[in-house]
């Protein structure tokens, strides 16, 4: 488990899984997972955040770095900057709509 520099995003592991995911725990009391699990593989050994939440790494079988602010990019790209609340809830389900590409 990692947690960001802001304290407001955790991030876990699971090993038996092999997938990764994000917490957005701004409120402690009501944890909330952010968007769906990063598949990393079985045998996964350690996680960590770096300072500005922007990337995540992994270690299973190898290294692995998850930049967060590229897949925004790239939703934004995908949609031509056209997230709506229903490609958002489709998407995105379980979290308040917030579109990144405003």
């Known amino acids: 488990m990692a947690l960001s520099?802001?304290?407001n995003t955790i991030v876990t592991s699971s090993t038996g899984a092999g997938e990764?995911?994000?917490?957005?725990?701004?409120d402690p009391e009501h944890p909330r997972p952010l968007g769906h699990p990063l598949p990393d593989?079985?045998?996964?050994?350690?996680?960590?955040v770096n300072a500005?939440?922007?990337?995540?790494?992994?270690?299973?079988a190898q290294l692995?770095?998850?930049?967060l602010n590229d897949a925004v990019h790239r939703i934004c790209a995908t949609t031509q900057?056209?997230?709506g609340p229903e490609e958002w809830s489709r998407y995105i389900p379980n979290q308040p709509?917030?579109?990144?590409?405003?």
């Open 5 to 7: 520099a802001d304290e």
């Open 20 to 26: 990764v995911r994000l917490w957005d725990v701004s």
């Open 41 to 48: 593989g079985e045998g996964m050994s350690s996680v960590a």
């Open 52 to 60: 500005d939440g922007s990337t995540v790494v992994t270690d299973s």
């Open 64 to 67: 692995r770095f998850w930049n």
């Open 81 to 83: 900057n056209n997230l």
């Open 97 to 102: 709509f917030d579109p990144p590409c405003a």
